[in-house]
């Protein structure tokens, strides 16, 4: 038989896990940047701006995740790639200084104020999207 590559879908097992965490860390991610957006915008906009995209991403990583299919597990790879590298770039720069956005993020001190979940979750999701995306013996002789 030829072989062919079924991916698993994304949501189902641990994914199951993966899509609940995601889920409140965007609810709260959501909650925090709004708030901010709304009350605080003008004392530190770049903070806030990135809170807000974080907010964005989590959202949408926890839909592509939990969706699964072909075309949202690319939209889940996007997401969470861009994950990855926002909270390292971000832990990065907020630790080399301090003030550099003016206010903490979602991603200052690479998720220090939420538990280093952020900086954590990114790299499960993207395993959790690789193993996934592999086939099992039984779908390769399905």
């Known amino acids: 038989m030829a072989q ?7 949501g189902q097992g641990f994914g199951r896990v ?6 409140i860390l965007a609810f ?24 807000t995209l974080a907010a964005v991403v989590y959202v949408v990583a926890t839909f ?5 299919s072909p075309t949202w597990r690319l939209v889940a790879w996007i997401t969470v790639g861009i994950e990855a590298v926002g ?6 720069l907020s630790l ?10 979602v991603w200052s001190g690479f998720g220090q104020g939420y538990g280093y979940v952020p900086l954590v979750l ?9 193993r996934t995306s592999r086939s099992t013996p039984e779908e390769r002789t399905a």
Do not use: M
């Open 18 to 23: 993966l899509v609940t965490v995601y889920g």
């Open 28 to 51: 709260a991610a959501l909650g925090r940047s709004s708030y901010e957006l709304v009350v605080k915008f003008t004392e530190a906009p770049v903070a806030y701006t990135l809170s």
């Open 96 to 105: 080399a200084d301090a003030q550099a956005f003016g206010e903490s993020t």
């Open 87 to 92: 909270v390292v770039t971000v832990g990065a």
């Open 4 to 10: 062919r590559t079924v991916g698993r879908r994304t």
């Open 64 to 68: 592509a995740l939990a969706i699964g």
């Open 122 to 130: 990114p790299f499960v999701g993207l395993w959790w999207l690789w």
